[in-house]
């Protein structure tokens, strides 16, 4: 009735019928996906330049980070900094990332006792705030092969008043 030759087979034309389904899928999104982006994005094939200057860009870009530097607050900070504290400490001892204890003002890769990705190391130079919301901003961009895997603060008023927070520190 039911040993283990049917057994075999009944899971083996599950498993052909996975393979056949998860080939097709793949070969369909080879053929209709949407390029590098995948996932049909459409992407424009060339741009009219129409002498007119983009004011939405403009306008996108918002306030220089001085100026929004200039009134961070730092309490709002602290609270942003929870997403940091997964990585770093403010305690003076290192984790998965260097202590950010006086990080402002101070050298790059400059904490003896961490191991800094190369990345880091060929930077220089001091962390001024400027440079912080820079690296914080966009990691990968800012410091590329750098082993630091967060994604970034995208506002920008995160970022000010995350480093106002950490200059409270020095």
């Known amino acids: 009735m039911f040993d283990t030759m049917t057994f075999t087979k009944i899971l083996g034309a599950?498993?052909?019928?996975?393979?056949?389904f998860l080939l097709g899928n793949w070969a369909a999104e080879g053929l209709y996906g949407g390029g590098e982006?995948?996932?049909g994005e459409e992407k424009q094939a060339y741009t009219i330049d129409t002498g007119a200057t983009d004011?939405?860009?403009?306008?996108?870009?918002?306030p220089d980070f001085a100026t929004v530097y200039a009134s961070a607050d730092p309490k709002k900070g602290e609270r942003?900094?929870?997403?940091?504290?997964?990585?770093?400490?403010?305690?003076?001892?290192?984790?998965?990332?260097?202590?950010?204890?006086g990080v402002v003002g101070r050298d790059v890769a400059s904490v003896p006792d961490f191991?800094?990705?190369n990345a880091l190391k060929s930077?220089?130079?001091k962390w001024t705030p400027d440079r912080i919301q820079q690296?914080?901003?966009d990691p990968k961009k800012f410091a590329p092969g750098t082993k630091m895997g967060f994604a970034?603060?995208?506002?920008?008023e995160d970022r000010a008043n995350v480093i106002a927070y950490l200059a409270t520190l020095n």
């Open 14 to 20: 599950f498993c052909g019928a996975l393979l056949i």
């Open 55 to 62: 004011t939405a860009a403009a306008k996108d870009q918002g």
């Open 152 to 156: 970034g603060l995208k506002k920008i």
């Open 135 to 137: 690296f914080i901003h």
């Open 37 to 39: 982006g995948g996932h």
């Open 123 to 125: 930077l220089g130079g």
């Open 115 to 117: 191991n800094y990705d």
């Open 80 to 101: 942003i900094f929870s997403k940091c504290k997964a990585c770093h400490k403010v305690d003076g001892n290192n984790a998965t990332g260097p202590h950010l204890n």
